[in-house]
């Protein structure tokens, strides 16, 4: 059974970085997608990072420039650096593993996957 687990949320203030690892176990082969979701207080949970098995990379427009998601295959774990964090970064972050990612010609993307952590707070003060 695949289990994904977050760590390294907590409370910062605007301006400052935090970064987000997501542990992986259970998981037979390598992932083919891995992803950081994020949801915000009273709204949906939205899709902010995706990162392919052979390196690709996709941002939402609220975090690219200043997100970077990375792999490390060899540890099984996958890492949000977030910088120049805001208020309106504040949520719960959730990892997400595999599945399948659509994508469009004018670049948006729809990324649904199999398996999810549990997820982690955020909290940015201004």
């Known amino acids: 059974q695949v289990q994904l687990v977050e760590s390294g949320g907590g409370s910062v203030q605007a301006g400052e970085s935090l970064t987000l690892i997501c542990e992986v176990s259970g998981m037979r082969h390598n992932f083919k997608l891995m992803g950081w979701f994020r949801q915000a207080p009273g709204k949906e949970r939205e899709g902010i990072a995706v990162i392919a098995a052979l390196g690709s990379t996709y941002y939402s427009d609220s975090v690219k420039g200043r997100f970077t998601i990375s792999q490390d295959n060899i540890r099984k774990r996958v890492s949000l650096q977030m910088n120049s964090l805001k208020p309106e970064d504040t949520g719960v972050y959730y990892c997400?593993?595999?599945?399948?990612?659509?994508?469009?010609?004018?670049?948006?993307?729809?990324?649904?996957?199999?398996?999810w952590g549990r997820g982690a707070q955020v909290t940015v003060s201004s």
């Open positions: 997400a593993s595999d599945g399948a990612i659509s994508r469009e010609l004018s670049g948006a993307w729809d990324y649904s996957p199999d398996h």
